[in-house]
C-alpha cells in the first residue's frame, strides 16, 4: 500500500461514508430544484425567518472596523452581558469567568465532546447533528429512544434505566427543549425529576436552550437552576435574534466546571483561534436586551405561535397524529394513522415518504430517520419558516398588542407555509 493510500485510510477511519447534515442537504436541493425552475416549499432547513433586531444591526454596522483577534474565551463585556443574561432571564448565577464564546453552538458542541471523555446520551427524536459530531470523534453515544405517550420527552425512569446500568460511567446528557424537532417542552416540575435523576449519577447535562426564548408563551424554564453543579447552558444568536449565518454560540458552565472551560479554550486557541470580532460586538447588545428587542420577541412568538396552531389543526384535518408545539418553529407528526393508505401508494417509511411527497408536490421535509427515529415509524419534521418574518412582525406592530392573528392573516404573511400544509393535506387525501 502506498504511503499516501495510508494516511487516506487513517484520515477517513471516522467519516467514511458520513453524508452532509440532513438540514443543509435537503435545503441544497431546494436551492437546486429552484434554479431549475421548479416550484419548492422549503419547509426543511431549520432558519428563523425573522430579521436581525435594527438594534444589534447598528451595532454590528458601528464596529465593522473591529479586526483584532479577541480573546480565545470570548470578548470580556460581551461575556459579562451573557451572564447577566442568563441571571436576569433564567436565573442562573454566574459571571463573565463562566462563559464561553464560540463561532456557533456547533462548534462549541463539538469542543465539548472533543475534550470530556464521556460518553454522548442522546434522547431521540434528536438534533441531526448531535451524534455525527460524537461519531467524528470517537466517542460512544447511547441513545435513549423517548415514547410517543410521553410526548417525545426524555423522562427520570428512562435516564434512570441508562445510568444504572454503569452508575459511575461518565456521561454527557443532551436535552434540547423547545425541541428541534418536536416543539415539546418541559415545565419546571419535570425538569425537577430529571435534575433528580441526574444529581444522582452525576451525569454532565448539556442544556441546548437555543429555542428558550421562542417558548410561544415565554415560559421557558431552565433545568440550569435546578441542577446548577451540573449543567452546561447552550445558546446563541441564530434562532432568537434571526442571526444564524452570524455564527455565534455560548455556553454558561457553573463554576465547578471552570476546568472543562479551560480546556475546550484551549483547544479552541488551536483550531478557530477566536469568534468574529465584528458580531462580537453587535451581540453585546443582543444580550444586555432592551424594550424594543422585548417587543421583536413577543411578537415573534405571537406568529410563530399562530401559525404553528394552523399547521397542526390542517395535518388534524386529515388524520395525521401530531403534538401542538409549545415554542421554536417545528412539527414532529406521526403518519402511521394513514399507514394502509400510504402501504397503497407504495410508501412504507418515512424516507419514501418525504421523497413522494417532494416530487410530487414541491413540498420539502425531513423523515423521521433523519433524527434517530426508526424509518417504520413514519414520522417526520416540517419547519414552518418558509416566509418573510420582516413583514410579518411589521403587521403585527401596526396591529396593536392585543389583535388576533386569523387565518387571513396567516394567508397574506405566511402563504408559503399555509399553502404547503395545503398541498399535503391534499396529496394525503388522494385515493
Same mark, same amino acid.
Given at each position: 500500500?502506498?504511503?499516501?493510500?495510508?494516511?487516506?485510510?487513517?484520515?477517513?477511519?471516522?467519516?467514511?461514508?458520513?453524508?452532509?447534515?440532513?438540514? =443543509?442537504?435537503?435545503?441544497?436541493?431546494?436551492?437546486?430544484?429552484?434554479?431549475?425552475?421548479?416550484?419548492?416549499?422549503?419547509?426543511?432547513?431549520?432558519?428563523?425567518?425573522?430579521?436581525?433586531?435594527? &438594534? /444589534?444591526?447598528?451595532?454590528?454596522?458601528?464596529?465593522?472596523?473591529?479586526?483584532?483577534?479577541?480573546?480565545?474565551?470570548?470578548?470580556?463585556?460581551?461575556?459579562?452581558?451573557?451572564?447577566?443574561?442568563?441571571?436576569?432571564? &433564567?436565573?442562573?448565577?454566574?459571571?463573565?469567568?463562566? /462563559?464561553? *464564546?464560540?463561532?456557533?453552538?456547533?462548534?462549541?458542541?463539538?469542543?465539548?465532546?472533543? /475534550?470530556?471523555?464521556?460518553? *454522548?446520551?442522546?434522547?431521540?427524536?434528536?438534533?441531526?447533528?448531535?451524534?455525527?459530531?460524537?461519531?467524528?470523534?470517537?466517542?460512544?453515544?447511547?441513545?435513549?429512544?423517548?415514547?410517543?405517550?410521553?410526548?417525545?420527552?426524555?423522562?427520570?425512569?428512562?435516564?434512570?434505566?441508562?445510568?444504572?446500568?454503569?452508575?459511575?460511567?461518565?456521561?454527557? @446528557?443532551?436535552?434540547?427543549?423547545?425541541?428541534?424537532?418536536?416543539?415539546? #417542552?418541559?415545565?419546571?416540575?419535570?425538569?425537577?425529576?430529571?435534575?433528580?435523576?441526574?444529581?444522582?449519577?452525576? @451525569?454532565?447535562?448539556?442544556?441546548?436552550?437555543?429555542?428558550?426564548?421562542?417558548?410561544?408563551?415565554?415560559?421557558?424554564?431552565?433545568?440550569?437552576?435546578?441542577?446548577?453543579?451540573?449543567?452546561? @447552558?447552550?445558546?446563541?444568536? #441564530?434562532?432568537?435574534?434571526?442571526?444564524?449565518?452570524?455564527?455565534?454560540?455560548?455556553?454558561?458552565?457553573?463554576?465547578?466546571?471552570?476546568?472543562?472551560?479551560?480546556?475546550?479554550?484551549?483547544?479552541?486557541?488551536?483550531?478557530?483561534?477566536?469568534?468574529?470580532?465584528?458580531?462580537?460586538? +453587535? +451581540? =453585546?447588545?443582543?444580550?444586555?436586551?432592551?424594550?424594543?428587542?422585548?417587543?421583536?420577541?413577543?411578537? #415573534?412568538? &405571537?406568529?410563530?405561535?399562530?401559525?404553528?396552531?394552523?399547521?397542526?389543526?390542517?395535518?388534524?384535518? @386529515?388524520?395525521?397524529?401530531?403534538?401542538?408545539? +409549545?415554542?421554536? %418553529?417545528?412539527?414532529?407528526?406521526?403518519?402511521?394513522?394513514?399507514?394502509?393508505?400510504?402501504?397503497?401508494?407504495?410508501?412504507?417509511? #418515512?424516507?419514501?415518504?418525504?421523497m413522494r411527497i417532494l416530487d410530487e408536490t414541491g413540498v420539502?421535509?425531513?423523515?423521521?430517520?433523519?433524527?434517530?427515529?426508526?424509518?417504520?415509524?413514519?414520522?417526520?419534521? *416540517?419547519?414552518?419558516?418558509? %416566509?418573510?418574518?420582516?413583514? +410579518?412582525?411589521?403587521?403585527?406592530?401596526?396591529?396593536?398588542?392585543?389583535?388576533?392573528?386569523?387565518?387571513?392573516?396567516?394567508?397574506? %404573511?405566511?402563504?408559503? /407555509?399555509?399553502?404547503?400544509?395545503?398541498?399535503?393535506?391534499?396529496?394525503?387525501?388522494?385515493?
Amino acid at each position: 500500500m502506498s504511503r499516501q493510500r495510508q494516511v487516506d485510510v487513517h484520515i477517513n477511519l471516522n467519516v467514511r461514508g458520513m453524508e452532509p447534515s440532513a438540514t =443543509v442537504a435537503i435545503n441544497e436541493r431546494c436551492n437546486a430544484m429552484i434554479e431549475q425552475g421548479q416550484e419548492v416549499y422549503k419547509l426543511g432547513l431549520g432558519q428563523s425567518p425573522f430579521p436581525v433586531p435594527d &438594534q /444589534v444591526v447598528k451595532s454590528l454596522q458601528e464596529h465593522a472596523h473591529e479586526k483584532d483577534y479577541l480573546p480565545v474565551k470570548g470578548l470580556r463585556q460581551l461575556r459579562h452581558e451573557v451572564a447577566a443574561y442568563h441571571s436576569r432571564v &433564567q436565573g442562573i448565577t454566574g459571571d463573565a469567568d463562566d /462563559v464561553l *464564546i464560540g463561532p456557533g453552538s456547533k462548534e462549541l458542541m463539538f469542543l465539548l465532546q472533543l /475534550v470530556y471523555y464521556g460518553d *454522548i446520551v442522546i434522547p431521540t427524536p434528536a438534533w441531526v447533528s448531535y451524534a455525527p459530531q460524537a461519531n467524528i470523534i470517537g466517542r460512544r453515544v447511547r441513545w435513549i429512544h423517548t415514547r410517543k405517550e410521553d410526548d417525545w420527552r426524555l423522562t427520570p425512569d428512562l435516564l434512570e434505566a441508562l445510568c444504572k446500568t454503569d452508575p459511575n460511567r461518565p456521561r454527557i @446528557v443532551i436535552l434540547n427543549y423547545p425541541s428541534n424537532p418536536t416543539g415539546v #417542552s418541559w415545565s419546571t416540575e419535570e425538569l425537577k425529576k430529571l435534575a433528580s435523576v441526574a444529581r444522582r449519577y452525576r @451525569v454532565v447535562l448539556l442544556s441546548d436552550e437555543i429555542y428558550g426564548e421562542l417558548h410561544h408563551r415565554g415560559e421557558h424554564a431552565s433545568i440550569g437552576t435546578l441542577y446548577p453543579e451540573g449543567t452546561i @447552558v447552550s445558546g446563541g444568536l #441564530s434562532k432568537w435574534c434571526g442571526a444564524g449565518g452570524w455564527r455565534l454560540g455560548t455556553f454558561m458552565f457553573p463554576k465547578q466546571m471552570r476546568w472543562l472551560l479551560d480546556a475546550m479554550a484551549a483547544v479552541a486557541s488551536e483550531t478557530y483561534t477566536s469568534t468574529c470580532a465584528p458580531v462580537q460586538y +453587535a +451581540a =453585546v447588545t443582543a444580550f444586555r436586551g432592551s424594550p424594543e428587542i422585548g417587543l421583536y420577541l413577543d411578537r #415573534s412568538r &405571537q406568529v410563530l405561535g399562530a401559525l404553528g396552531d394552523w399547521c397542526v389543526e390542517k395535518l388534524r384535518s @386529515v388524520g395525521v397524529d401530531v403534538l401542538a408545539p +409549545a415554542g421554536a %418553529f417545528y412539527l414532529f407528526p406521526d403518519f402511521s394513522p394513514l399507514r394502509e393508505r400510504l402501504a397503497a401508494r407504495g410508501i412504507d417509511d #418515512s424516507d419514501q415518504l418525504c421523497m413522494r411527497i417532494l416530487d410530487e408536490t414541491g413540498v420539502a421535509f425531513l423523515p423521521g430517520s433523519s433524527f434517530g427515529r426508526p424509518a417504520s415509524e413514519l414520522n417526520a419534521r *416540517i419547519a414552518y419558516v418558509d %416566509f418573510d418574518g420582516d413583514a +410579518a412582525l411589521k403587521k403585527v406592530e401596526a396591529m396593536g398588542p392585543d389583535a388576533a392573528l386569523n387565518e387571513d392573516f396567516l394567508r397574506a %404573511f405566511a402563504p408559503n /407555509v399555509v399553502h404547503a400544509f395545503e398541498r399535503i393535506a391534499d396529496w394525503l387525501e388522494q385515493q
